[in-house]
């Protein structure tokens, strides 16, 4: 391996990860996310409601919100204050899609849990930092459900968790931080669950088209960071 990474991190290595929990007196469930220089607040609020479409199902229902702080970067980025961007709005899709994934909604009620994922500090990874953050922060929101009696088990079915991977200088590489996505010539976000199942695999090539050798190579490497990162939340949980 040639190239060589700005933070002397080997190729298969994660950033220097660290979540913790309750960090709201007020959320149902809370945890700081810090992934290198990306800092994620994420809160998980309880709502005894659910959308239209959903009243009178006997199902519940977990969405999410993403925003950005306006100096999150190194130049100030405007509040979207009107609608979400179109970036946001595909963040935020995506991190509420993942949480779905591992929730039985059936067993949640009709109750609502909301998500929110708030960058105050972003070096690259904020997708995926927001849906591992958001992972903790959802699994307090349930323990508190069933140790109040509201629900008879936690919904949680799994572990969710994400990690970017990309290849920087033709070589395979996990957990881009900012500088190396920039340069990156692809660029890949990968979800999965705590059996090993994917939810979502964003992958585009910036430059260079990759090889189905090259995706396996780094599917591999997410694999073992997602490994790494369920350890994280663990920890966070059970700490």
């Given at each position: 391996m040639?190239?060589?990474?700005?933070?002397?991190?080997?190729?298969?290595?994660?950033?220097?990860?660290?979540?913790?929990?309750?960090?709201?007196?007020?959320?149902?469930?809370?945890?700081?996310?810090?992934?290198?220089?990306t800092?994620?607040?994420?809160?998980?609020t309880?709502?005894?409601?659910?959308?239209?479409?959903?009243?009178?199902?006997?199902?519940?229902?977990?969405?999410?919100?993403?925003?950005?702080?306006?100096?999150a970067?190194?130049?100030?980025?405007?509040?979207?204050?009107?609608?979400?961007?179109?970036?946001t709005?595909?963040?935020?899709?995506?991190?509420?899609?993942?949480?779905?994934?591992?929730?039985?909604?059936?067993?949640?009620?009709?109750r609502?849990i909301?998500?929110?994922?708030?960058?105050?500090?972003?070096?690259?990874?904020?997708?995926?930092?927001?849906?591992?953050?958001?992972?903790?922060?959802?699994?307090?929101?349930?323990?508190?459900?069933?140790?109040?009696?509201?629900?008879?088990?936690?919904?949680?079915?799994?572990?969710?968790?994400?990690?970017?991977v990309?290849?920087?200088?033709?070589?395979?590489?996990?957990?881009?931080?900012y500088?190396?996505?920039?340069?990156?010539?692809?660029?890949?976000?990968?979800?999965?669950?705590?059996?090993?199942?994917?939810?979502?695999?964003?992958?585009?090539?910036?430059r260079?088209?990759?090889?189905?050798?090259?995706?396996?190579?780094?599917?591999?490497?997410?694999?073992?960071?997602?490994?790494?990162l369920?350890?994280v939340?663990?920890?966070?949980?059970?700490?």
């Open positions: 040639s190239y060589e990474r700005t933070d002397k991190r080997t190729f298969d290595q994660i950033r220097n990860t660290k979540i913790t929990p309750n960090i709201s007196p007020y959320a149902e469930g809370s945890a700081l996310i810090e992934v290198g220089g800092k994620v607040i994420c809160t998980a309880v709502e005894e409601k659910v959308p239209f479409f959903l009243r009178n199902k006997g199902t519940g229902w977990v969405t999410a919100e993403y925003a950005m702080l306006p100096r970067t190194n130049t100030r980025t405007q509040r979207e204050t009107q609608r979400p961007a179109g970036r709005q595909e963040i935020q899709r995506l991190i509420g899609r993942s949480l779905r994934a591992v929730v039985d909604t059936k067993l949640l009620g009709e609502q909301f998500l929110d994922c708030d960058v105050i500090q972003a070096d690259g990874g904020t997708r995926c930092a927001s849906i591992t953050g958001a992972y903790v922060a959802l699994a307090l929101a349930c323990r508190k459900l069933v140790k109040n009696g509201n629900v008879k088990m936690s919904p949680l079915i799994s572990e969710v968790a994400a990690v970017s990309g290849i920087v200088e033709g070589v395979p590489i996990l957990d881009l931080a500088i190396e996505d920039s340069n990156a010539e692809v660029d890949m976000n990968i979800v999965c669950t705590g059996a090993g199942k994917f939810i979502e695999i964003q992958g585009t090539a910036e260079e088209p990759f090889t189905r050798e090259q995706m396996n190579e780094m599917l591999a490497l997410a694999e073992k960071g997602i490994n790494d369920f350890m939340q663990r920890n966070a949980l059970n700490g």
